[in-house]
T-cell receptor
Framework: DAMVIQNPRYQVTQFGKPVTLSCSQT?????MYWYQQKSSQAPKLLFH???????NEADTPDNFQSRRPNTSFCFLDIRSPGLGDAAMYLC????????????FGPGTRLTVT | AQSVSQHNHHVILSEAASLELGCNYS??????LFWYVQYPGQHLQLLLK??????LVKGIKGFEAEFIKSKFSFNLRKPSVQWSDTAEYFC?????????????????FGQGTTLQVKP
């Protein structure tokens, strides 16, 4: 089945230690999104790629970066995680055509110690 | 800034009860509206969507939602809930025409409503 895969599902990192979260998709969608979701809060868009074009949300901290080496993969890099970065990170994809229905991965829960 | 409000944060119902979850958004222009559901331990998945046409849309598993433009609302309904509907429900809005080149598909989510259905 076509899907969005996130690895790892759970990630523990130390305060200040860089961490990378991975997302891959078999849907061949040209748009990929990264959301941050803290407990009992709405998912918040960090940035998205439309093909290779990177679009950062204005309030996304510089600590968060992303890479998209090809259509299938997208990475979220947190350069110096703080305790406040502990959250669920959701990857989603959509096609540029149609109604922008987004398909979500299962998420990576990040713990910062 | 655009925002989405879900008024009910936690709803508890008995099986067979009717459900209505409120969703309001703050944007006066063209919007595309979605309801997503997250079952325990699973990923977010689409329940239903509205982007034009009949304001009453039907989704999966017997859910429906009505877009009332004058009220900036997109409430989710189900006539008779089941225990398996226990989940978290998110309303989301995409701003702008789906045909516009400037639409990035960005979703603005509400805070979510946790629905607990008692057997």
């Amino acid at each position: 089945d076509a899907m969005v895969i996130q690895n790892p599902r759970y990630q523990v990192t130390q305060f200040g230690k860089p961490v990378t979260l991975s997302c891959s998709q078999t849907l061949n969608h040209n748009v990929m999104y990264w959301y941050q979701q803290k407990s009992s809060q709405a998912p918040k868009l960090l940035f998205h790629y439309y093909d290779k074009d990177f679009n950062n949300e204005a309030d996304t901290p510089d600590n968060f970066q992303s890479r998209r080496p090809n259509t299938s993969f997208c990475f979220l890099d947190i350069r110096s995680p703080g305790l406040g970065d502990a959250a669920m990170y959701l990857c989603a994809t959509s096609s540029r055509t149609g109604t922008y229905e987004q398909y979500f991965g299962p998420g990576t829960r990040l713990t910062v110690t | 800034a655009q925002s989405v409000s879900q008024h009910n944060h936690h709803v508890i119902l008995s099986e067979a009860a009717s459900l209505e979850l409120g969703c309001n958004y703050s944007y006066g222009g063209t919007v595309n509206l979605f309801w997503y559901v997250q079952y325990p331990g699973q990923h977010l998945q689409l329940l239903l969507k509205y982007f034009s046409g009949d304001p009453l849309v039907k989704g999966i598993k017997g859910f429906e939602a009505e877009f009332i433009k004058s009220k900036f609302s997109f409430n989710l309904r189900k006539p008779s809930v089941q225990w398996s509907d226990t989940a978290e429900y998110f309303c989301a809005v995409n701003v702008g025409s789906i045909h516009g080149s400037s639409n990035t598909g960005k979703l603005i989510f509400g805070q979510g409503t946790t629905l607990q259905v008692k057997p």
